[in-house]
């Protein structure tokens, strides 16, 4: 026993510190001085933690990314004050000049200074003169192209400059600020004025919706795992070399603690290497993004910095888990002094924990059903208890693939096709290696089909209806009028502008009884007179019969009237005078009276959903000049034979006033919450499925690699290219098809969950699912194009040679 007491002291010894940093330190020498094959493989292991680290600085950056952008917003802000301040020497008078074009919207302000020192809003250095505009560089450059030649129609500016960088919120921004004339504001309407520029929003935000919270949680989990498991997966690529030099380490008396270590270290190595490489790839993208739209958000390159902490821990986390990964996956491998055993005597993979995990998770979800985001003591833990549960799920079901690859297929037998021979046997022999380059698609199909599911939900539950009805007329704008004959000569406008179909016009005042109110006596009811022709009066009130001058009357609710008094009555006579404040004017009466012949109907919902009341008349009946201070509403219907039937509209609409909003009707409407974590997930979503792609094609690189001679055998022997082609499908097929079954039973369970957690009834997106499924045949058939011309390379005679 004494003998066996000395050696004793050793591990004790090679455990410190010291020990630990100097077989690290060795094993990166090997990543080093190996040889071609073993820089091939801290290359591969360093693309692969390159593209994972790459995507989690980005993910880092996302936050402050979004802070930047917003704290632009606030500064170059004009809304958001108590009151408009007194015209004065440092006020300026600004109204919205938004438009759109061809569905990319412009933000636009026209203004005019009241004084010598008037704010400047950022990004500018001297305020547009009438007839002037500053523009974005994005805006200026759509002008200058053919694809803005309708577009230039609608702005009557000369440019003066472009809009700096502190001035908008990103390179892609359509933004312009234009100068008109105090007369034009005057004419244009809806304008207002401020002193200062920015806005800070005031009070304690507004908590988000919680499906929408759950939908934020769940995301950043489905998009952040396949990155991590990527990462982990690409630190454990292995060669043949490396396993002859392990043996012969141990030949030369290491010990297996200290193989092990030594192996670790190579992998360190490859992961540092990896974070160079990531650094270099995140410095890449950012400068690519900088000028990339994804839609409809846009950033600076100089905003996307990873958030300090985040970029610590990834510094910190990959070369860490790289060493503790390849500890463990060196734990089931003999290495011994005349070589490296595998596959002796393996060990069936142990089903009860794997099972254990996605149990967990789903019973972190169970207590949340119905009640997440209700207030209570536990609030602040729910989105963490969510997210744990989540992750849990989503790990559990990766866990779970390698058993079931394991036990589908060493029910193989040994019939069928001489390469799905080839690709089975390989797949007997080591499983977990196909399992690991799956695993990514695994997780982000199954938390993806969750979140289709709850997307699916929370689109239905966040959509609104608008009550608008864009079949009986498709654009909507409000016409800035002062009196009732520009609203006709408008109307003229809009009728013979090219690519309109028919207009409903419509012209609404307010008109006064003859006396005071009998409950009050310093106000005086009044009652909305609307005209409008035949054609447009049945799109507002449910008519029979008319014809040009015609009068028809639609009583408002009873709460409408004051005392109940409804004045407007068949031969009644009402006021058409007010004064410059908008009230009644009683000592200046002039009269109309309402015909005896009026006709009472029914009031109908209008193409945008308003229901009108009061009295309508036809022209015949009601000169519109008459009407003091009329608002004109346009309902245009459009020919769908004229492509940019809208933008001329709209061009008509700014030349009649900048200030003037086309509305496109749509019947569902949803919040701008909603609308952007979509976007958000979307673009991380498109990053993920990009990584996964890429991480199996590294890792079908690196099993090609570890096989060159088994494959220049084979060819030696005549196996034909398209039979090893075949059964490298066959090879990527069988696992990808596993994990993707898989993963649809778990992403249904979380899905599952994850509505009751909202209250929400279980609704499967059955087309998001088909499109999962196609994209796992699409990772397939990319994986193995990319494969076939190394595969081919790998093919030869010379591959037989060693040394």
Same mark, same amino acid.
């Given at each position: 026993m004494s003998g066996q007491d000395a050696p004793a002291q050793e591990p004790r010894a090679r455990v410190s510190v010291a020990r630990w940093a100097a077989d690290l330190a060795m094993g990166a020498r090997f990543a080093v001085t190996g040889g071609r094959e073993s820089w091939a493989r801290t290359i591969m292991t360093a693309v692969g933690v390159g593209l994972g680290v790459a995507l989690l600085l980005l993910a880092s950056s996302a936050p402050a990314a979004y802070d930047l952008r917003g704290e632009r917003s606030d500064r170059r802000a004009a809304l958001g004050f108590q009151e408009d301040p007194e015209p004065g020497p440092e006020t300026i008078r600004l109204g919205q000049a938004n438009t759109t074009y061809r569905d990319q919207d412009i933000e636009g302000l026209v203004m005019a200074p009241d004084g010598d020192s008037p704010p400047k809003p950022p990004g500018i250095s001297q305020l547009p003169d009438p007839g002037q505009m500053w523009v974005s560089p994005a805006l200026k450059k759509l002008l200058d192209s053919d694809e803005g030649k309708l577009l230039r129609d609608r702005f009557p500016y000369r440019t003066i400059g472009t809009i700096s960088h502190d001035g908008l919120s990103g390179p892609t921004d359509l933004r312009y600020y234009a100068g008109i004339t105090h007369?034009?504001?005057?004419? *244009?309407?809806?304008?207002?004025?401020?002193?200062?520029?920015?806005?800070?929003?005031?009070?304690?935000?507004?908590?988000?919706?919680?499906?929408?919270?759950?939908?934020?949680?769940?995301?950043?989990?489905?998009?952040?795992?396949?990155?991590?498991?990527?990462?982990?997966?690409?630190?454990?690529?292995?060669?043949?070399?490396?396993?002859?030099?392990?043996?012969?380490?141990? +030949?030369?008396?290491?010990?297996?603690?200290?193989?092990?270590?030594?192996?670790?270290?190579?992998? =360190?190595?490859?992961? =540092?290497l990896g974070l160079a490489v990531g650094a270099g790839l995140f410095v890449l993208a950012r400068e690519i993004i900088g000028g990339v739209e994804v839609w409809d958000v846009s950033f600076f390159a100089s905003d996307i910095v990873p958030s300090a902490p985040l970029a610590l821990t990834i510094a910190v986390a990959v070369p860490a888990s790289a060493v503790m990964v390849t500890l463990a996956a060196l734990r089931g491998i003999a290495i011994e002094p005349l070589g490296v055993v595998r596959n002796a005597a393996p060990r069936r993979r142990r089903l009860w924990w794997r099972l254990l995990l996605p149990l967990l998770g789903l019973g972190l979800l169970l207590p949340l059903a119905g009640g997440f985001g209700s207030d209570s003591t536990s609030g602040?833990?729910?989105?963490?208890?969510?997210?744990?549960?989540?992750?849990?799920?989503?790990?559990?079901?990766?866990?779970?693939?390698?058993?079931?690859?394991? *036990?589908?297929?060493?029910?193989?037998g040994g019939k069928g096709s001489v390469p799905w021979q080839l690709a089975t046997r390989r797949l007997q022999l080591s499983s977990g290696t196909a399992s690991r380059a799956v695993s990514g698609i695994t997780v982000a199909v199954a938390g993806a089909l969750a979140l289709q599911m709850l997307f699916a939900s929370v689109e239905a539950q966040d959509s609104t209806s608008t009550g608008q009805d864009p079949r009986r007329a498709q654009l909507m704008t409000n016409v800035p009028v002062s009196n009732g004959a520009e609203a006709r000569a408008a109307f003229e406008r809009y009728r013979a502008t090219k690519g309109v179909r028919d207009l409903l016009g419509v012209t609404e005042d307010y008109v006064s009884a003859l006396h005071h109110s009998k409950d009050d006596p310093s106000s005086v009811p009044e009652e909305a007179l609307t005209v409008a022709d035949c054609p447009a009066l049945r799109e507002v009130i449910r008519v029979t019969s008319c014809k040009n001058g015609d009068v028809f009357l639609v009583d408002s609710p009873a709460d409408y009237y004051e005392g109940g008094e409804k004045f407007a009555k068949p031969g009644a006579q009402i006021n058409l005078t007010y004064r410059d404040d908008g009230t009644p004017d009683l000592s200046k009466k002039k009269l109309w009276t309402i015909p005896r012949s009026a006709t009472k109907v029914k009031s109908r919902p209008d193409p945008i959903g308003a229901q009108r009341s009061g009295i309508f008349a036809t022209p015949g009946a009601f000169d519109v000049a008459d009407l003091p201070d009329p608002q004109a509403v346009a309902m245009i219907r459009l020919d769908p034979k004229v492509p940019d039937a809208t933008e001329y509209v709209r061009n008509v609409s700014a030349a009649l006033s900048p200030t003037i909003d086309v509305m496109r009707l749509s019947s569902t409407a949803q919040s701008?919450?909603?609308?952007?974590?979509?976007?958000?997930?979307?673009?991380?979503?498109?990053? !993920?499925?990009? =990584?996964?792609?890429?991480?199996?094609?590294?890792?079908?690189?690196?099993? +090609?690699?570890?096989?060159?001679?088994?494959?220049?055998?084979?060819?030696?022997?005549? !196996?034909?290219?398209?039979?090893?082609?075949?059964?490298? +499908?066959?090879?990527?097929?069988?696992p990808v098809v596993l994990g993707l079954a898989l993963s649809i039973a778990g992403g249904l369970a979380l899905g599952v969950m994850l509505l009751k957690m909202v209250g929400q009834p279980l609704t499967v997106d059955w087309a998001g699912l088909g499109t999962m499924t196609g994209v796992g045949a699409g990772v397939i058939l990319l994986v193995t194009l990319v494969s076939l011309p190394p595969l081919w390379r790998m093919m030869r005679p010379e591959g037989l040679r060693t040394e």
């Open positions: 007369k034009a504001f005057d004419r *244009a309407g809806g304008d207002y004025r401020i002193d200062r520029w920015g806005t800070k929003n005031a009070g304690k935000p507004q908590p988000l919706n919680p499906a929408l919270l759950l939908l934020v949680i769940v995301g950043c989990v489905v998009l952040l795992l396949p990155v991590l498991i990527f990462i982990a997966t690409a630190t454990r690529f292995g060669g043949e070399r490396r396993d002859r030099r392990l043996a012969a380490l141990r +030949l030369v008396g290491a010990d297996i603690q200290m193989t092990r270590r030594i192996a670790a270290g190579e992998s =360190l190595f490859g992961s =540092l602040d833990i729910k989105p963490y208890q969510a997210a744990i549960g989540a992750v849990l799920v989503l790990v559990g079901t990766t866990a779970l693939l390698p058993w079931v690859v394991e *036990a589908v297929v060493e029910r193989f701008d919450e909603f609308t952007v974590i979509r976007k958000s997930l979307f673009i991380g979503a498109t990053a !993920t499925l990009l =990584l996964i792609g890429a991480s199996m094609i590294v890792t079908t690189l690196e099993q +090609l690699r570890e096989r060159k001679r088994l494959l220049s055998v084979l060819v030696a022997f005549g !196996t034909r290219r398209t039979t090893l082609s075949w059964s490298v +499908l066959w090879q990527t097929a069988v």
